[in-house]
């Protein structure tokens, strides 16, 4: 039995406070969850407040396949929250500040895990403060050259910038964004879109991403019901997604991050990449919340499928 691929998620952990009560999440939270439930030990790295969210949180995330070991507790700021409200089955979020993972610390803990990390998770939304961002972008760059280093795109308004994009592309060798953030993207980085709304206008994209940032190496770009596409220097892959009843689409798009990153550490093709993503982004979106039960029986269904792509 080789040893499970060590997996990080930094950035924010928060409740959404969603219209029939309140859901644990926050990106990295949720990628880590899947990551874990897919066999890596799966890291979070976060804060929350000493309060009963707080608590409430870890006391979930106790049975779950995450290692909360590293939570730090914030006794100045509270938990994070996160007030979703539903526009046509997609969500729109008020995002409550400050919260504890404004002001995470780079602990030397923190240090020695992301030099030995084999993948490493992180946004945009969690460097809305200086103080996060220099620690998320620190501990990125102390990962080992092997490292997967996933910027997930999340730009929620207003908390995100020119600068931060930039900075954590430098710093990418995966980065992943949806259809309606490529065009947003390119425009916060000076690249004017090109054929917007064209079938290939997401794939050109992603290739001058490529070719702007050197140890980028490969950019993923979902389009909800409507599957993925994947784009490396040499190769790109397309999926069409698959048909689900939707509950809500919150932590799908981690979902599809955490499996996509979980068969690249296994050497797979795109095709096989995509597939993961896929069927483990629909399922979630199928369920409330971002980290819904998960069977055994379901669990080795959805293996299954993806092995016969394989």
């Known amino acids: 039995m080789r040893e499970p691929h060590l997996v990080l998620g930094i950035g924010e952990l928060l409740w959404d406070m969603l219209p029939g009560g309140k859901r644990l999440g926050g990106a990295p939270a949720n990628f880590s969850v899947m990551a874990g439930r897919l066999g890596s030990h799966a890291v979070i790295l976060s804060r929350i407040g000493r309060d009963d969210l707080g608590r409430e949180a870890v006391h979930l995330l106790d049975p779950l396949p995450a290692d909360t070991a590293q939570l730090q507790i914030d006794t100045a700021h509270e938990t994070g929250r996160v007030t979703v409200s539903f526009d046509d089955g997609q969500p729109e979020y008020t995002i409550h500040k400050p919260a504890a993972w404004d002001s995470l610390e780079l602990s030397d803990a923190w240090v020695k895990l992301a030099e030995r990390a084999d993948a490493i998770c992180f946004g945009s939304l969690a460097q809305r403060s200086v103080e996060a961002r220099q620690t998320i972008q620190t501990l990125a760059a102390q990962t080992p050259s092997r490292c997967v280093r996933v910027f997930d795109v999340n730009l929620r308004r207003p908390y995100y910038s020119s600068e931060v994009i930039q900075e954590s592309l430098e710093l990418a060798t995966v980065m992943k964004m949806n259809d309606a953030e490529v065009p947003l993207v390119l425009a916060l980085l000076g690249m004017p879109v090109e054929n917007e709304g064209q079938p290939a206008h997401l794939r050109t994209g992603a290739e001058r991403l490529l070719a702007e940032f050197p140890t980028l190496e490969m950019v993923a770009i979902t389009r ?8 490396k220097r040499e190769e790109w892959h397309e999926h069409p997604g698959f048909p689900a009843k939707v509950a809500d689409t919150i932590g799908a798009g981690d979902a599809f991050t955490a499996a996509m990153t979980h068969y690249l550490l296994r050497g797979a093709d795109l095709p096989v990449l ?15 919340g971002a980290m819904p039960p998960l069977s055994m029986e379901v669990r080795n269904g959805i293996d299954a499928a993806i092995a016969q792509r394989g």
Do not use: Y
């Open 224 to 231: 909800g019901s409507h599957g993925s596409l994947l784009v």
């Open 274 to 288: 995509n597939e993961a993503g896929n069927r483990w982004g629909s399922w979630v979106a199928s369920q409330s």
